[in-house]
């Protein structure tokens, strides 16, 4: 089995890498062996061990997702996704620009279904719809530099003279 990209397996994926790791584990193969095959940690290769030798196979196969189900099903969130590339405009806003509000608005309009704009924002992100922000700097920091850095505007002596 490949290891890259394992942060992003589906629920079958998962499954199917414990059970191939579980006839690993029966043929011989340590827990370290396993863990390092697989891209996991010793500690996931050993709760994996303990499973398959208390309950047996089935301990590792897949279980309901924990969680409220989903309110929109795979179609909806298909025609979500048209919805946000066709623009906030088409959804019949007075600008292009998608907000987790509108875009919660426009999910209501179209399917009746409330979404807090939070949780929108996690569907934006889960579809692949936006990439997570990272936090803006401040104008202090873009004006001034970190605070931690010996380079800032207010280390200039004529700002801040020393003291002789």
């Known amino acids: 089995m490949e290891t890259a990209a ?15 790791a579980a006839d690993d584990l029966q043929r011989g193969l340590s827990q370290s062996q396993v863990a390092r095959k697989f891209g996991v940690s010793r500690t996931t290769a050993s709760r994996w061990h303990r499973a398959l030798s ?11 997702a ?8 795979a179609e909806q969130l298909r025609a979500v ?4 590339r066709a623009g906030a405009r088409a959804a019949g806003f007075e600008s292009d620009r998608w907000t987790t509000a509108r875009f919660a608005e426009a999910i209501h309009a ?12 996690r569907i934006m992100h889960r579809l692949g719809l936006r990439a997570r922000t990272r936090k803006r700097r401040s104008l202090v920091d873009v004006l001034y530099g970190s605070r931690y850095s010996p380079n800032t505007v207010l280390s200039r002596p004529e700002i801040s003279p020393t003291v002789a």
Do not use: W
Not at 81 to 84: C, D, R, T
């Open 6 to 20: 394992q942060g992003n397996l589906t629920r079958d994926e998962m499954e199917s890498r414990r059970l191939l």
């Open 81 to 84: 996704a048209e919805i946000y």
């Open 54 to 64: 208390g309950k047996g196979l089935e301990a590792l196969r897949k279980r309901r």
């Open 66 to 73: 924990p969680g409220r189900p989903s309110r929109l099903d």
């Open 110 to 121: 179209k399917f009746g279904i409330r979404y807090d704009p939070d949780h929108v924002g």
